[in-house]
């Protein structure tokens, strides 16, 4: 939050969805881009749980085996080895009005 420009100020207000809601792609890309060069770890974006109504209220695992995900239709594929720390990343966004 603190790394996109017009969210600064709401970073550690608890109240930031509306703003990210509103923010470029362009000041989410930089936000993003400055976090992940910021940290020495070697996987550094990793979702925190954050309790029952949180974006990440619980383990993947544990939300499926309670029958708590959305019902939807969708195609996953994979790729092997996709995960190799060796591997640099480029993010892509698209632009939005």
């Given at each position: 939050m603190?790394?996109?420009?017009?969210?600064?100020s709401l970073a550690q207000s608890g109240d930031t969805y509306e703003c990210l809601k509103l923010a470029n792609?362009?000041?989410?890309?930089?936000?993003?881009?400055?976090?992940?060069?910021?940290t020495t770890e070697l996987y550094a974006f990793d979702p925190t749980l954050d309790g029952p109504d949180g974006?990440?209220?619980?383990?993947?695992?544990?939300?499926?085996?309670?029958?708590?995900?959305?019902?939807?239709?969708?195609?996953a594929g994979t790729n092997l080895d996709e995960g190799q720390p060796s591997v640099t990343v480029n993010f892509t966004f698209a632009e939005r009005d």
């Open positions: 603190a790394g996109v420009p017009s969210c600064k792609s362009t000041e989410i890309r930089s936000g993003l881009l400055n976090a992940l060069s910021s974006l990440y209220p619980d383990l993947a695992s544990l939300s499926l085996s309670k029958g708590n995900f959305a019902r939807l239709p969708f195609i």
